[in-house]
């Protein structure tokens, strides 16, 4: 399985970061997966953002809840995440991730991250 | 609580046991895994599901948890296993996910 972000890599402050997880290998639709984002920010650690899953979700970190939006879009086989009024701060690298739901607590497929920069 | 933490760093002398420990409330009820990240390069797994080690991983990382604390052991630490490491396990109601701060390891 092949998990892959996209997306614009500069985003002006007070604009929405939109990302998208694209997955190959898997099906979004099968039911059997976690599909979650997680980001680093610069010189910090791993942060975990949120997750969905075909039969349920999303579930949102705390600390972001209130900006975020994650969706799940199974005719083609990906999945999104929306952050609203950037800042500085959010300018980390995002990461899409796996956690299979049969055996859970890892992460078994993780994307390469791409580098998100909010800045005007 | 929906926290784990990890200490801010270690150090061990190269060929010696080194432990790393991650607690949390929510331990008590949900499996740890265990990631290492080495500078600039993305995360990798070394232990998941508290105790079992990835194809490739050497045999030297080692997982454990009781009570309240999940532990990753490295018998024997190579100049190699010198990264941050990081658990990562869910919050008190099973919903959420959390990482640790990350222990940097350093290898003297």
């Known amino acids: 399985v092949q998990l892959q972000e996209s997306g614009p890599g500069l985003v002006k402050p007070s604009q929405t970061l939109s990302l998208t997880c694209s997955v190959s290998g898997a099906s979004t639709s099968s039911g059997g997966y976690y599909w979650h984002w997680i980001r680093q920010r610069p010189g910090k650690g791993l942060e975990w953002i949120g997750y969905i899953y075909y039969s349920g979700g999303p579930y949102y970190s705390p600390s972001l809840e209130s900006r975020i939006t994650i969706s799940l879009d199974t005719s083609k086989n990906q999945f999104s995440l929306k952050l609203i009024s950037v800042t500085a701060a959010d300018t980390a690298i995002y990461s899409c991730?796996?956690?299979?739901?049969?055996?859970?607590?890892?992460?078994?497929?993780w994307g390469q991250g791409t580098l998100v920069t909010v800045s005007s | 609580s929906s926290e784990v933490t990890q200490d801010p760093a270690v150090s061990v002398a190269l060929g010696q046991i080194v432990t790393i420990t991650c607690q949390g409330d929510s331990l008590r009820s949900y499996y740890a895994s265990w990631y290492q990240q080495k500078a600039g390069q993305a995360p990798v797994l070394v232990i998941f599901r508290k105790n079992n080690r990835p194809a490739g991983i050497p045999d030297r990382f080692s997982g454990s948890g009781s009570g309240n604390t999940a532990s990753l052991t490295i018998t024997g630490a190579q100049a190699e296993d010198e990264a941050v490491y990081y658990c990562y396990s869910r919050d008190s109601s099973g919903d959420y996910r959390v990482f640790g701060g990350g222990t940097s390891l350093t290898v003297l």
């Open positions: 991730a796996r956690e299979s739901i049969a055996e859970p607590y890892f992460f078994d497929s």
